[in-house]
């Protein structure tokens, strides 16, 4: 039965970026990828990098998140020059730009303690915005009863958010993991765990059983099944999200912009990219007609310009979901060397870097990770359910 230090199941952003770091401290590294690409819902990510926006209030997740947004640059910078691929990563900012009385109300509010917390808000109209960026089409003002008193309305630009290609950081990743010594296997489901004394000692694909120490689920969607293998319950369900882009003739920089559901970015490509709907009806990973009408219906909320287009692309992927919207990263509480690497929803790019951070220190027993991950342990769940029995 061929070995190896660590099986890593997922090859989309967070399980390569988990493979990169653990092989970077010199562990043997297998990845099971599902899917012949992999990746499935990091190459459906917009690639927005900004926390703030959907931030309600302040906490240990807003604060982690943050902490990946800042360490983004230098991540991208080094994933660059390991892989010699582009990633596409800029700090252009974001413009939150209400869709009515009721959004900029509430943004006010969120930016509000976000200021008083030493973060960066600035208030613009939209004629100072399309001034700041040339060829920035922003929607007018609400009208009618609910118009603000002012003529234009305000939007809202925080400068330190940014962006980045998702698929081309996971194509990025895949070359240095390759670089790197870690045996990438696309196309090869994980289909079980063998578990003896309540530790895991290999991971199966197919006919063959790969010997490990240590198990990264980091599978996604898919997490909730591996973690049952074990015998455990980690509540990851899959949502799926779709997103569509056009092809234009803009060029950077241009920041990221939210209106109401939606919001818009511009690949380096001169791609624009509007998302994201939000549906958890199952495991169809596939675009559909409603989901589709919907983005097209608000792309010129974001940019009215987009209304005399057609979409000259459309994606859609399962994004892994909780239920109370935190990642599951950690040991499992039942199966020793079992570490879960999932749950991220939204958030896989974001948070990649910095969770593989987290599962590198972990898994060399480092003392003082016990406090980061306590937040987002999956013995969450099991205590949840003790506590209502």
Not at 257 to 271: C, N, Q, V
């Amino acid at each position: 039965m061929p070995g190896s230090d660590v099986v890593v199941i997922g090859a989309g952003a967070v399980g390569l970026a988990c493979a990169r770091r653990l092989a970077a401290a010199g562990r043997r590294v297998v990845v099971l990828e599902r899917e012949p690409a992999g990746g499935q819902a990091s190459r459906t990510a917009a690639g927005m990098l900004v926390p703030r926006v959907e931030a309600s209030a302040p906490g240990t997740f807003f604060r982690f998140a943050l902490r990946a947004r800042d360490a983004f640059a230098d991540f991208a910078a080094a994933l660059e020059e390991e892989s010699g691929a582009r990633v596409d990563y800029r700090r252009d900012g974001l413009l939150a730009v209400p869709a009515d009385e009721e959004e900029e109300t509430e943004l006010a509010r969120r930016f509000e303690w976000q200021r008083a917390a030493g973060l960066p808000v600035e208030e613009l109209t939209r004629s100072g915005a399309a001034s700041r960026w040339p060829g920035l089409d922003l929607p007018p003002p609400w009208s009618g009863d609910e118009a603000p008193e002012f003529a234009e309305g305000r939007v809202f630009f925080l400068e330190d958010e940014a962006q980045v290609d998702g698929e081309r950081v996971v194509e990025a990743l895949l070359e240095a993991c390759r670089r790197g010594g870690v045996d990438v296997r696309r196309g090869a489901a994980a289909t079980g765990l063998r578990v003896e004394a309540g530790r895991v000692r290999a991971v199966r694909a197919g006919a063959e059983w790969i010997a490990c120490e240590v198990v990264v689920n980091a599978a996604g969607a898919w997490a909730g099944a591996v973690a049952g293998w074990a015998g455990e319950t980690v509540p990851v369900e899959p949502v799926r999200g779709e997103l569509l882009a056009y092809a234009t003739e803009l060029s950077p920089p241009h920041p990221v912009i939210t209106s109401g559901e939606a919001y818009g970015l511009l690949r380096g490509d001169g791609r624009f990219v509007v998302g994201a709907t939000v549906a958890r009806d199952g495991w169809e990973g596939a675009v559909t007609d409603a989901g589709q009408a919907w983005l097209e219906e608000r792309a010129p909320g974001v940019r009215p310009d987009l209304a005399r287009r057609r979409p000259a692309e459309r994606r859609a992927g399962l994004r892994p979901g909780t239920p109370d919207h935190l990642p599951v990263i950690g040991f499992s509480r039942e199966t020793q060397g079992l570490f879960h690497a999932s749950g991220l929803y939204r958030n896989g790019i974001l948070l990649a870097a910095a969770t593989a951070e987290l599962t590198a220190r972990a898994l060399a027993g480092d003392p003082r990770v016990e406090a980061d991950l306590e937040p987002f342990s999956p013995a969450r769940f099991a205590v949840a359910a003790e506590t209502r029995a």
